[in-house]
C-alpha cells in the first residue's frame, strides 16, 4: 500500500475570527498503481488534502503513512518523499523560470545530488513521457503553447521518478485539444510506468473516462469513494453539493424514465454508445 491517512484533521487558523476546519476525520488508502479521481467544489478540501501527501502540509492531527513510515515521525526523510510523490499545481507553468526546456526539467534532479549522466536520461527520459522530443531541449519555455508550457512542467516533477503524481487541475485553461493531450499523455504514463495517478478535476467526464476510482470531497468530508459508475449513481447527492454526474449519465436515466431498459452503469458516450446499441439489437 501507497499512502495511507489515518483520521487527519486540519484547522485554518486556529483560535481566531478566521478558523476554518478545511479536513475533518478523513481516513483513505492510496494502493500502488491506482488511478484516483478527486473532486470537489471549491473549498470542499480536496487541494488542502493533496498538500498533505507529500508533506507541504502538516496535519492539524492524524497521521500519514508512505509506505509503511509515518511521515510526521521525528527522522522521517521529507525531501526523500516530496521526490516520490510529486505534486503539479494548477497552472504548473507559471513555475518555468530558466532559460531553455532542458534547464527547467533536469532542475529537480540535479538538487537530488545525481550525477551529469543520470540527470540527462531523467530529462530526456520526462520529456519523452510528456510526448516532447529533444528538438525542444534548447527552447524557451516562454515561448512555447500553453500545452507545451504545462509538458515541460509535468516533466520537471516527472524527472523525479516520483511513485505517485498528483496532478491539480492539469487542463485548466487550456483548449479541448491541449486537454485532450495532456490527459491521453497522463493516461498513457499511468499505463505504461503504473505509476500511481490521482487526478484532481471539475470535469466529470474527464474524471470518468480516466479513473478507476473517484473520491469526493464535501465539506472537509469524504462524500464518496467508489467506482465511477458507483459515484455517479449518486448523481443527485452530488447536485446538492453543487456538482453532477457525466452527462451520459443523465441521458441514461432519461432513457429508463422514458420506459428503455438501458443500464446505468455507463460513464463515457463509448460505454453508452454501445449499451444503447445493446437494447435496440435485442
Do not use: W
Request: with cysteine.
Amino acid at each position: 500500500m501507497s499512502i495511507i491517512v489515518d483520521k487527519v484533521n486540519y484547522v485554518y487558523s486556529p483560535g481566531n475570527a478566521y478558523e476554518k476546519h478545511a479536513l475533518k476525520d478523513i481516513n483513505l488508502t492510496i494502493n500502488d498503481g491506482e488511478f484516483i479521481g478527486l473532486i470537489g467544489h471549491t473549498g470542499s478540501g480536496k487541494s488542502t488534502l493533496t498538500q498533505h501527501l507529500n508533506g507541504l502540509m502538516k496535519a492539524t492531527s492524524g497521521h500519514i503513512y508512505y509506505n509503511g513510515e509515518d511521515i510526521y515521525d521525528k527522522n522521517y526523510n521529507m525531501k526523500t518523499l516530496r521526490s516520490k510523490v510529486g505534486l503539479v499545481f494548477q497552472y504548473p507553468e507559471h513555475q518555468l523560470f530558466e532559460t531553455t526546456v532542458y534547464k527547467d526539467v533536469c532542475f529537480g534532479p540535479k538538487n537530488l545530488g545525481l550525477d551529469s549522466i543520470e540527470v540527462d536520461v531523467r530529462t530526456y527520459d520526462a520529456l519523452k513521457m510528456v510526448g516532447l522530443g529533444d528538438d525542444m531541449l534548447d527552447a524557451s519555455p516562454f515561448e512555447l503553447s500553453g500545452g507545451q508550457k504545462r509538458r515541460v512542467a509535468i516533466a520537471g516533477v516527472l524527472a523525479m521518478k516520483p511513485e505517485v503524481l498528483i496532478l491539480d487541475e492539469p487542463t485548466a485553461g487550456l483548449d479541448p485539444k491541449g486537454r485532450d493531450e495532456i490527459l491521453e499523455q497522463i493516461a498513457k504514463l499511468h499505463k505504461e510506468s503504473k505509476i500511481t495517478i490521482i487526478l484532481v478535476s471539475h470535469s466529470m467526464e474527464d474524471i470518468a473516462k480516466y479513473a478507476d476510482r473517484l473520491i469526493v470531497m464535501n465539506k472537509g468530508c469524504i462524500a464518496f469513494n467508489d467506482t465511477p459508475h458507483g459515484v455517479f449513481a449518486h448523481y443527485k447527492e452530488l447536485e446538492a453539493m453543487g456538482l453532477a454526474a457525466p452527462q451520459v449519465t443523465y441521458v441514461m436515466n432519461e432513457l429508463i424514465n422514458r420506459g428503455i431498459r438501458v443500464s446505468t452503469a455507463p460513464t463515457t458516450v463509448e460505454e453508452a454508445k454501445l449499451e444503447i446499441l445493446r437494447v435496440l439489437r435485442a
